[in-house]
């Protein structure tokens, strides 16, 4: 049997804000709310700390500060992996059988 909560004492700029959310996505303030907890509550796997950069010489600071946070792309494909990101073959491969399956 489903559980009714209740939220006391809601701000009242974020009960518009959370109006506004709801009506933005066209759904009820309760659809909203609870596509907001099942999120929250969704299991996911954490993701792997950034990896450590080297520190930056004077020359080459304004090209570090515009660059900074911004990953390899091989450091970016090994975080994909570890997250189990799938190799783009293998979402060909769902696609086509999808695609197949709607056709039958």
């Known amino acids: 049997m489903p559980t009714t909560f209740t939220i006391k004492q809601v701000p009242d700029d974020l009960a518009a804000r959370m ?5 933005m996505n066209r759904r009820s303030l309760q659809r909203e ?8 509550a969704t299991l996911r796997v954490s993701e792997p700390p950034a990896p450590a950069y080297l520190p930056v010489v004077a020359s080459t600071r304004a090209r570090a500060q515009r660059d900074a946070g911004k ?9 994909a992996r570890k997250l189990g990101a799938a190799s783009p073959s293998e979402s060909a491969a769902i ?3 999808d695609r197949d399956a709607r056709r039958r």
């Not at 109006?19 to 009506?23: K, P, S």
């Not at 709310?33 to 929250?40: G, K, M, R, T």
């Open 19 to 23: 109006r506004e959310r709801a009506a």
């Open 95 to 97: 696609i086509r059988r």
């Open 71 to 79: 990953l390899s792309l091989d450091a970016l494909w090994k975080r």
């Open 33 to 40: 709310l609870l596509l907001i907890l099942e999120d929250a």
